[in-house]
């Protein structure tokens, strides 16, 4: 297994959205102000999303879940946090913060049906060539009343400016991670939901301005020798949906 505290490798050029892209960028996983930065952000937002375990032994499966950025944002919280993810190196850096590790694809989970009182299915399903399968199986994995709670970005003109077009001129943003043809379409996942028992709630939410700009100063004051510093901008909701959305809701049963 390669060192997945190497830095990152960029001198191979990969088409958009290749998983390959993850494991070049492994040691940027727990970076504060590295590669995976927003995702950091959207961890802490996502779990706020999720109550506390009402039994013992209650299962969180995290589908895409990388390198475990979601778990210390679970700590206390009761669950057995099981991790899906087709990256090795992502999935080994899970382990060490918890997470029980399964090398698997986010639309053919190799779980039980209903086995989850929780899927949490954060910035995957813009990465999924199916994301209705990856639905699907999210769905599937639930247990009548459990709570499925995601985030994605939606298939908009605006999303794809904001997230590929500005998005990936950003300091440490990844060019290519994103491929925008691979969108979500907010009404699509709602209805999509609803045929598997799901009734979904959205809402927008984006990084807080004035923390973002923060972060972005800090982060040019890095470039030149200077420690970025400072606290993380916080994912706020916003009115509209068309860029980025988290979504939550219970299976019926």
């Known amino acids: 297994m390669r060192d997945v505290a190497a830095a990152p490798t960029r001198s191979r050029v990969l088409p958009r959205n290749d998983p390959r892209q993850y494991d070049d960028l492994a040691g940027e996983w727990w970076r504060p102000d590295g590669a995976f930065a927003m995702l950091h952000w959207l961890a802490e937002a996502r779990a706020a999303l999720v109550p506390p375990a009402e039994r013992p032994g209650a299962l969180l499966v995290d ?16 669950y057995r946090h099981v991790g899906v993810d087709l990256t ?32 949490a299915a954060g910035e995957v399903l813009e990465h999924v060539p199916d994301w ?60 999509e939901a609803a045929r598997h028992g799901v009734a979904l709630r959205l ?34 909701p916003t009115r509209s949906t068309a860029v980025l959305y988290q979504g939550w809701g219970v299976r019926k049963g």
């Open 203 to 236: 809402r927008g939410v984006r990084p807080e301005v004035r923390g973002l700009l923060g972060w972005l100063f800090r982060r040019v004051r890095g470039a030149s020798g200077a420690a970025p510093a400072g606290r993380a901008p916080r994912i706020v």
């Open 63 to 78: 589908l895409g879940c990388g390198a475990g950025l979601l778990a210390p944002h679970l700590a206390g919280k009761g």
């Open 88 to 119: 090795r190196s992502a999935l080994a850096q899970a382990a060490a913060h918890g997470v029980t590790p399964v090398n698997g694809d986010v639309t053919a989970v190799p779980l039980a049906d209903g086995c989850a009182d929780v899927v």
């Open 132 to 191: 209705r399968r990856a639905l699907a199986e999210a769905c599937r994995l639930l247990r009548p009343g459990g709570l499925l709670v995601l985030d994605t970005l939606n298939d908009t003109v605006l999303s794809r400016v904001v997230a590929v077009h500005v998005g990936e001129r950003l300091p440490t943003v990844p060019r290519g991670i994103h491929d925008p043809r691979l969108f979500v379409d907010a009404r699509a996942l709602v209805a």
